[in-house]
């Protein structure tokens, strides 16, 4: 296995497996649950997004900035409120239930193995289920044989040991893989995975990305990885998109997103991630200094235009009265930031590909 | 006269009585903290280090036991009451120490602020009552109107507003529910606070303002912080000195510089390299492979022995023991046979060597098993 690759830049990569372009979701939320405020919680406001056969994309943000939301309007688990997305070229609806070859193609690994998992079945069952509904297998032998090469996939051997085995008596990293596996029973071309590591011990993280890399580059899989921690997105992912409550703000080749960073938003982000070797670089202090205060906003009223305005050290008037449209800076870099020029007056991204 | 060192911890090991037999939590662990540094103490799940952590508290509950060690605590004679002083001596035994007496100790002297802000307060009293509930109890010498301006005093110190005294937890955002705990702790001023993964919960940026403001808050006061986190990472920006805990044992224990450059336990090694760099070049990373030990059955001889690359036939038959395994820093001191002699003649006591580490049979598992079907 080999490290994960920088990208050679978007422009020269084939054409993408799964794109969706303005993809936009609101949920409504009832009167009485928000303590006599009624309206829609905007989670993600129109974005663009690609994923490409063989690479790894990911979605960085804080909680509650919509990563998760974009995941599960792309599994086809939340209906799209608006923007149009295409899978292989092909026009696909993702405003209402998807058919069931859509989960065919794209599959998604939750955060949680402790959740996601039911304890009264055993792993022979999680794994033949996907197996049967999507008519994989027509023997028992097969059955037993192609569960047996799943478990090997994800490297849980012996397998025989593992396959009568129930969740409970998995640790977490095992039950990761367990659900990873599920995911792959079905043959899907496009994997999505939520925090796939968060919840797991901090020395079997490294482990699961390099498995999960392992698939992108051996099966061709499309990935995307979600995640908080912009440094396990920079290990692991070709290109970095960054969304800050609900809007995307900037996007890239990881290597430009993580040394040349535009977005204020971003360059908060960066100096607030933990990094050792900054206590060289910095001396010894111990107190980094963030370019930023506060916390994300609620998304039931958000601030107008770009949501970061009221945090960022750079607001100008502008920034409070529209969303800022897409500004192109080269080799596939791009963000959203009145500092980078007046792109356009559509306060909505527009699509360009 | 005051020793330097505020807590020394000799030999504590905590048991948990099960029906499947006696987990050994914390087993035989030694350290000291020096008067105003930031210890930290570094593990996975079940290493025992939250465990560690109430026990010098004196908070573990049934089925939980102290079987053996003590914790001397040092008290700073200059900001001792003489009722104090006649209660508690120069120092003290936190493990002796009688219920009335533990009273009197906690949070004047020793406070701990837990990994869950939203757990830890109450979700049906204010902030204010909260805080002052705390000084209250443990300040008898105030009145309600010198509580409540200790408690406007504090929630200012933690950088929130004093009218977000009167909210109540649920309107608070996660980050100011953190540093309203952190306040509480602070209450009666305390030499030595115990943060259990205080930053845990939060956002990344969040986390780095807590962080910013503990250091700070540290400086200006001069209180000692055991800072338990399993997020090495974060543990090495902050510390001074840093523990590293691993099924209930101490497996290193290094002045925070020494362990960043030269970390000696194979363990400890592939912890530091398990976290992504942002800087420098991007570079192929492996992490530790398994996973970490049932506590009910550990391993005999070393427990990390099943998952390390340089593992030997001692590893699996003798416990090691914490030494030095420099000359150089005898302050560093690793539980490892690769840098004892007796154990491994062959070796030289250097570091673990990073072109080893990538020699791991997982690696090349991974990538066999990943090109199959």
Redo the contacts between chains.
């Keep these: ?4 690759q ?1 990208s050679p830049g978007i422009d020269t990569l084939p054409q993408p497996i799964l794109e969706a372009t303005a993809l936009r979701k609101t949920f409504a939320v009832s009167s009485r649950a928000v303590l006599g405020r009624s309206g829609t919680v905007k989670a993600v406001e129109p974005m663009d997004i690609a994923l490409y056969p063989g690479k790894a994309v990911a979605l960085v943000g ?2 509650g900035s919509g990563k998760t939301t974009v995941a599960r309007v792309l599994a086809g688990m939340y209906p799209a409120s608006g923007g149009t997305a295409k899978f292989r070229g092909k026009v696909i609806d993702l405003s209402r239930s998807v058919p069931k070859s859509h989960h065919r193609e794209i599959q998604l690994v939750f955060q949680d193995p402790f959740g996601s998992l039911n304890p009264v079945h055993s792993v022979y069952y999680h794994l033949a289920r996907p197996l049967h509904v999507f008519g994989h297998i027509h023997t028992k032998e097969q059955e037993r044989q192609q569960i047996l ?1 799943l478990l ?4 849980l ?1 012996p397998a025989e040991q593992f396959i009568e085995k129930f969740p409970h008596e998995l ?1 977490g ?2 039950r990761q893989r367990i659900a990873i596996a599920r995911a792959l029973a079905v043959r899907p071309s496009v994997l999505l995975a939520d925090e796939p590591v968060s919840m797991l ?7 699961m990305l ?2 999960l890399a ?2 992108k ?2 099966l061709g899989l499309a990935l995307l990885f979600i995640t ?5 997105a ?2 692991f992912a070709d290109e970095i998109l960054v969304m800050y409550a609900g809007q995307l703000v900037e996007g890239g080749p ?2 430009t997103i ?1 040394k040349t960073p535009k977005h204020p938003y971003t360059q ?12 060289f ?1 910095r001396g010894k202090k ?3 200094e ?1 370019p ?2 506060g ?2 906003p609620s998304l039931i009223d958000p601030p107008t235009g770009c949501r970061f305005h009221p945090r960022c050290p750079h607001a100008m008037p502008v920034c409070r009265e529209r969303f800022p449209a897409r500004t192109e800076l080269g080799d596939g870099h791009s963000t959203h930031c009145f500092l980078y020029g007046e792109a356009g007056s559509n306060p909505q991204t527009s699509s360009q590909s | 006269m005051a020793s330097e060192n505020i807590l020394e911890v000799r030999n504590l090991s905590v048991d948990y009585a099960s029906d499947t037999g006696t987990v050994h939590a914390v087993d035989n662990v030694s350290f000291v903290i020096k008067r105003g540094e ?1 210890f930290g103490l570094a593990g ?2 079940g290493s025992g280090k939250s465990t560690l952590a109430f026990a010098l508290a004196r908070l573990l509950k049934f089925p939980a036991k102290i079987t053996k060690g003590e914790v001397v605590f040092n008290f700073q004679t200059d900001r001792q009451t003489p009722q104090e002083e006649e209660m508690f001596g120069d120092s003290v035994d936190i493990l002796e120490l009688l219920p009335e007496e533990l009273r009197q100790f906690r949070w004047r002297k020793l406070s701990i602020v837990f990994q869950s802000a939203m757990n830890a307060l109450n979700p049906v009293l204010t902030i204010e009552t909260q805080v002052t509930d705390v000084i209250k109890a443990h300040d008898p010498s105030l009145d309600a109107r010198q509580r409540r301006e200790r408690a406007v005093e504090l929630i200012r110190m933690v950088g929130i507003s004093a009218d977000r005294l009167k909210s109540y937890p649920h309107q608070l ?3 100011m529910r953190q540093r309203a705990i952190i306040a509480i702790a602070l209450a009666l001023n305390p030499d030595l606070i115990i943060m259990d993964e205080p930053t845990t919960a939060l ?7 807590i ?2 403001e503990i ?2 808050l540290q400086e200006k006061f001069g209180f000692s912080v055991i800072f338990i986190t ?5 543990l ?3 510390s001074n000195h840093v523990a590293i805990m691993y099924a209930g044992r101490l497996v290193e224990l290094a002045e ?2 020494g362990l ?1 450059l030269q970390p000696y336990h194979p ?1 400890s090694y ?3 390299h ?7 070049e ?11 030990p049932d506590l009910r059955a550990l391993p005999i001889g070393c427990s990390f022995a099943p998952r390390c690359a340089f593992a030997f036939d001692a590893c699996r038959k003798v416990m090691p023991a914490l030494r030095a395994p420099s000359d150089a820093e005898p302050a560093h001191v690793v539980a490892c046979h690769l840098y004892d002699s007796a154990h491994n003649s062959n070796r030289p006591p250097t570091s673990v060597d990073p072109s080893l580490a990538t020699e791991t049979p ?2 090349q ?3 066999s ?5």
Aim: charge should be negative; charged fraction near 25%.
């Design positions: 296995m080999t490290a994960p920088s804080e909680s090469d090997r996939r994800v490297s051997t640790s990293g095992q011990d901090v020395s079997i993280r490294l482990d390099n498995l392992g698939f580059d051996d908080h921690d912009i440094a396990s920079r290990y990881t290597e993580i908060l982000l960066l100096s607030a991630a933990p990094d050792p070797s900054r206590m670089s111990g107190i980094v963030l930023a205060r916390e994300p | 930031i996975e799940s955002s996660g980050g956002d990344v940026v969040v986390q780095r303002e962080l910013n250091k700070a399993h997020d090495l990472s974060l090495l920006e902050i925070q510089e960043i363990y592939g912890l530091i398990s976290f992504p760099e942002l800087q420098g991007k570079k192929h990373m492996l992490g530790i492979p398994g996973h970490p997982r690696g598992l991974a990538s098993t990943g090109g199959s079907q």
